[in-house]
């Protein structure tokens, strides 16, 4: 219910006392800047101001009889922000948000006055009084984010902020300088320093420097020092600093900034390290070093350059190099590098500078562009002189292609120039050129019994008779060893080459006169004369080694190469394969010749030869297939072969038949399983794996093995004996072997060439041989096998001169093992027989 003291409209409402008053209040009321609302206990609009419709938007008359809250309240308002009619205690000034009519929000701040005047109640009309504070609000949000603003580039920046009094306390600092110092925190920092100048700075007089710029120039820039850090590590600093002033005009204290340079001071001193380093090599280096600018003008030289060149680098600055040391016919070589260098290359050379005496050098020179950022500067040469080293390559590059004994071109020299030989013979139609492969006869001989420097001499002399046959468009080239080659070129016949190849053999059988002896040297030739069926010089080479074999091998002065020998090579080569897979694929075969007692005809036993059954060439003879295996080595493994084979055959027979345990079996030894393939282990561990009796195993050796060294002989034939195994020397009489060599061997028989026993010359010379070789055996004690008896007239001449053993084909070919177990079984069938018949009646 409505005041009657509180009508709006009452005179005396507006002002107690009417009149004046009054009208003067009225004024104030509408003039007031703030907004001013009259409401009753119920909250009801009784009167508002014109402040009231500026600030929220109302006219009087939307405001007058509202409810008031339902006007300014926000539709969200805080907990403790009542209606204006609860709680609204008199001279409580409340910041708070209302609500204008356009629905935005004011900052205002609120006071109720009660209206009659009475301070303890505001029960009745009140005066709400709202001042708009959003100005304010604004201005210190500003400044509010001003402050965080600051806040935050102190806190994160990246350099340390300080403030410091002038006596050397820190009052504020932030994390970055904290962590450039050392800290965890600011406030660590800022505890630890007392005395900034002596806590601080490696040289206190640093701050005292700074103090006094600071009172000169109220600033500093860029003041670099060495301060230490909290764990006493070193570093440097640069500040920038301001000093603030008081309102007495007295410096109050000091703020700036502060950056670790200490990584910029470590790369300047290595920078100026560099720069020291750059002029002392510069200075010192043996090399010659010159600076060009890019106008060709010489900067500067250092001392190898005027040691090298003799030139003063005085004398040269700001002149062309090129007038001094580039030779007139190397300008232009000289513009090409300058050229290449100037568009980013680095140029390496070998070429040659003139001295200031006009003597040329030989110089290996560097030339590379010098810049500054991105802009070309100039060009720096560098000279080594190369002299001795070129006059060494020189010396190198003969020796590389020229045998150092002879001084003749070696096989290298030899093979390009045979290349070339190639090349100009499919270029020219008319060319014609022959090679020639030489060979020495007697130079192993003059080594071994006079020595190297004999073969030495000797080999000196043939190069300077081999010169001496030749025309100087001809090359004479040694291979190695006492080989050596020739190129014949621009010949128009055969006969030509025939006869430069007359020449040299009449030449080389002259006598030498080495160590004060005779020597006829000798040689063998082989001759490539149809040069243009090849393509490359090893080929050639090759096939002038294969014609001059053959020649050494036939004996003749010479022999020029056709294509049946190099068809032969190959032959041979195949062969060597497939010798090589009959090892593994079981095609080697032993046969066995009978050996029987001269005086009873009686079985002794058996020589063991290998056979070898091709899948398509059938039986390869041994002639065909044992050299080819002493040559390679392939003997080795062969031999081995035939020795457990032999051994096992002979004991399955022993097994048997009955009366094949008195049989023996022969085996063939070779040179190179004599002396390197471990026989005697080998031949030990074949009887201990096949139960053979020793003493049924007969080793067959030939005079040359047992000549080549006597000692090793005598000890592994003694080896051999004492496993029990018989020892019998293989074609005796045609070596050289002496009686005392003779009586210096374990050897239990010795057998008889076949050439003193089937030979159809000299017959009666030859059983004189044989009586004497039977009668030398006697006295030594020894017994003796004859080899090749083929007709009974020999048989019989055996028995005259009471030889004890014989075999050949008189009695049997050699056959394979099946045959000779038939031979056996027949043998016995036979011995059976006789002893049938001479057994007396009963």
């Given amino acids: 219910m409505t005041n009657p003291h509180s009508d709006p409209t009452d005179p005396a409402f507006l002002a107690p006392g009417g009149g004046a008053t009054g009208a003067l209040f009225r004024t104030l009321f509408e003039g007031s800047p703030n907004a001013v609302a009259l409401r009753d206990q119920t909250g009801r609009v ?137 800290f965890a925190t600011s406030g660590e920092l800022i505890e630890h320093f007392k005395d900034i100048k002596n806590q601080l700075y490696v040289d206190p007089g640093r701050r005292d420097d700074f103090v006094r710029i600071m ?63 750059f002029r002392q090599l510069f200075e010192n280096s043996p090399q010659a070093i010159i600076l060009i600018d890019s106008n060709r003008n010489v900067l500067d030289a250092n001392k190898g350059f005027e040691e090298l060149f003799g030139y003063r680098a005085a004398d040269m600055k700001g002149f062309g190099m090129r007038s001094f040391i580039v030779p007139e016919d190397l300008l232009a070589e000289c513009e090409n590098f300058r050229a290449a260098i100037l568009s980013g290359n680095t140029v390496q050379r070998e070429t040659a500078r003139r001295h200031r005496d006009g003597r040329l050098i030989p110089v290996s020179m560097i030339g590379f562009q010098v810049k500054s950022g991105e802009a070309a500067g100039g060009v720096v040469y560098i000279y080594q002189d190369i002299s001795e080293r070129k006059a060494f390559e020189e010396q190198i590059t003969h020796q590389a292609f020229h045998d150092s004994l002879t001084s003749l071109p070696n096989r290298s020299l030899f093979a390009e120039r045979l290349q070339r030989a190639l090349a100009r013979g499919r270029r020219r139609g008319d ?23 004999a073969g030495d001499m000797l080999l000196v002399e043939i190069a300077a008779r081999l010169k001496s046959c030749m025309r ?11 080989e050596f080659a020739v190129i014949l070129e621009e010949f ?29 040297p000798g040689a063998s030739i082989g001759i490539v004369l149809r040069t243009k069926e090849y393509d490359s010089a090893e080929d050639v080479l090759r096939d002038a080694d294969i014609a001059m074999y053959r020649a050494k091998e036939t004996g003749k002065p010479y022999m020029i190469f056709d294509r049946r020998m190099h068809k032969e090579i190959l032959e041979i080569i195949s062969l060597e394969a497939e010798l090589r897979d009959a090892l593994t694929n079981d095609e080697l075969i032993l046969h066995y010749q009978p050996i029987v007692n001269v005086e009873t005809r009686a079985l002794e036993g058996f020589e063991a030869l290998v056979r070898w059954n091709h899948p398509l060439k059938g039986i390869v003879p041994p002639d065909k297939f044992i050299p080819l295996a002493e040559e390679t080595g392939i003997i080795l493994p062969l031999g081995r072969w035939v020795i457990v084979e032999a051994c096992r055959q002979l004991g399955k027979w022993q097994k048997t038949i009955p009366g094949a345990e008195r049989l023996s079996v022969s085996v063939n030894v070779s040179c190179r399983q004599f002396v390197r393939d471990g026989l005697v ?87 004189q041989i044989v009586k004497s070789i039977i009668s030398l055996a006697r006295n030594l004690g020894l017994t003796v096998i004859a080899e090749g008896v083929e007709r009974e007239d020999q048989f019989a001449r055996l028995q005259d001169v009471r030889c004890d053993k014989a075999q050949g084909y008189m009695f049997s070919r050699p056959v394979d093992s099946d045959a000779a177990e038939r031979y056996i079984l027949d043998y016995q069938r036979r011995v059976a027989e006789a002893c049938s018949l001479e057994a007396p009646s009963t």
């Fill in 46 to 182: 009784l009167l508002v101001n014109r402040a009231f419709g500026r600030i929220f938007g109302y006219a009087a008359a939307e405001s007058t009889g509202a409810d008031l809250a339902e006007l300014i309240m926000p539709a969200e308002r805080a907990a403790d922000d009542p209606a204006e009619w609860i709680e609204c205690k008199a001279d409580e000034h409340r910041e708070t948000l209302r609500r204008r009519r356009d629905g935005s929000l004011v900052h205002v701040t609120m006071v109720c006055i009660p209206a009659d005047g009475r301070r303890d109640s505001l029960a009745g009309d009140v005066f709400i009084i709202y001042r708009d504070i959003t100005l304010r609000k604004q201005t210190e949000e500003l400044l509010r984010g001003a402050e965080r603003k600051f806040r935050s580039i102190f806190e994160n920046a990246v350099e340390g902020i300080f403030q410091t009094t002038p006596a050397g306390r820190y009052l504020d600092v932030n994390p970055a300088l904290a962590r450039i110092y050392g």
């Fill in 215 to 277: 009172d000169e120039y109220n600033e500093v820039w860029n003041f670099e020092s060495r301060i230490r850090k909290k764990g006493g590590e070193i570093i440097w600093i640069s500040e920038n600093a301001r000093a603030i002033f008081d309102e007495e005009g007295d410096i109050d204290h000091y703020e700036g900034t502060v950056v670790d340079v200490t990584e910029r001071k470590r790369a300047e001193e290595a920078l100026e390290a560099q720069r020291a380093y």
């Fill in 431 to 453: 060319y014609q050129y022959a090679v020639l492969m030489i060979d020495l006869d007697k130079f192993k001989a003059v080594n071994d019994s006079m020595g190297h420097a």
């Fill in 472 to 482: 100087s468009v001809d090359t004479v080239a040694r291979l190695g060893g006492d």
């Fill in 492 to 520: 128009k016949i055969k006969r030509e080459v025939l006869t430069v190849a007359e020449r040299i053999q009449e030449t080389l059988r002259r006598p030498c006169t080495i160590c004060g002896n005779e020597v006829y």
């Fill in 681 to 767: 282990e080998y031949v030990a561990e074949v009887l201990e794996e096949t139960g053979l009796d020793p003493a049924r195993l007969k080793l067959e050796i030939t005079e040359t093995v047992l000549m080549q060294d006597t000692s090793h002989s005598i000890h592994e034939l003694n080896r051999l004996k004492a496993l029990g195994v018989r020892i019998a020397v293989d074609d005796f009489g045609t070596g050289y072997s002496s009686l005392s060599y003779l009586r210096q061997l374990p050897i239990d028989h010795l057998k008889i060439d076949r050439s003193f026993i089937s030979g159809s010359e000299n017959a009666e010379d030859n059983i």
